[in-house]
């Protein structure tokens, strides 16, 4: 694959995995996920982790890969690279492992003491793609090693840090984020 389309197939089997984490903030709030809970004298998760965020966020996630499943080909012939329809299973590995890897990294966040909207460089970069990726390849295994090639991971592992700054920063300004991060 040539590089330019390297990057097009990246980004577009990526969108269910990226997009549920900006749906989570705007439908975000209600009942957290821990319930309030503490473990070792700090919240298990905290209020940033609701399950309307979640529901909202994975929700999002499915009905975007559906939609790009109508315009795969459409997309796909306009660009000149040739775009895969997402299996309902490969778009539930990458939704639900998306927001599941925001919520653990949640997890760690409160572990290493680190308050709800603390900066967690990397953590906060890479969280979604470290468990997308092997929950996609466990669900959807045939269609993930037909897609993720090494060169296709290796432009996810760069452009999304670089997405998910611009894409945080613009939602603080926009006043949807308490954080730029
Ligand atoms: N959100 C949610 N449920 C989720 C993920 C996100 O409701 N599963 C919403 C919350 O309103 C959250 C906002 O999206 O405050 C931003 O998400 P994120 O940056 O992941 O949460 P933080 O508030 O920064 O909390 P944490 O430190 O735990 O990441
Ligand atoms: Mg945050």
Redesign the pocket.
């Known amino acids: 694959m040539a590089i330019l389309e390297t990057i097009v197939v990246a980004f577009w089997v990526m969108l269910p995995a990226y997009v549920p ?1 900006n749906a ?7 009942r ?2 821990d319930g309030g809970r503490t473990w070792g004298g700090r919240r298990v ?10 529901a ?2 994975i929700l999002t996630g499915l009905a975007l890969a559906g939609l790009l499943n109508l315009v795969a080909v459409d997309v796909g012939s306009a660009l000149g690279v040739e775009l895969p329809e997402f299996p309902i299973l490969a778009a539930i590995g990458l939704a639900g492992g998306a ?1 599941l890897g ?2 653990l ?2 997890f760690v ?2 572990r290493t003491g ?5 900066m ?1 460089p990397g953590v ?1 970069q890479l969280d979604f793609v470290v468990v997308s990726l092997p929950l996609t390849a466990l669900l959807a295994t045939e269609w993930f090693t037909t897609w993720f090639t090494l060169e296709v991971i290796l432009v996810i592992v760069i452009l999304t840090p670089i997405l998910h700054v611009v894409t ?1 920063v613009i939602a603080y300004k926009l006043g949807l ?3 730029p ?1």
């Not at 998760?45 to 979640?54: A, N, P, V």
């Open positions: 984490n989570a903030v705007l439908t975000g709030g209600g957290p996920i998760l905290g209020d940033g982790k609701s399950w309307r965020g979640t909202g966020g927001m925001d919520i990294a949640s966040k409160r680190r308050e709800r909207g603390a967690f906060d945080n984020k308490n954080e991060w």
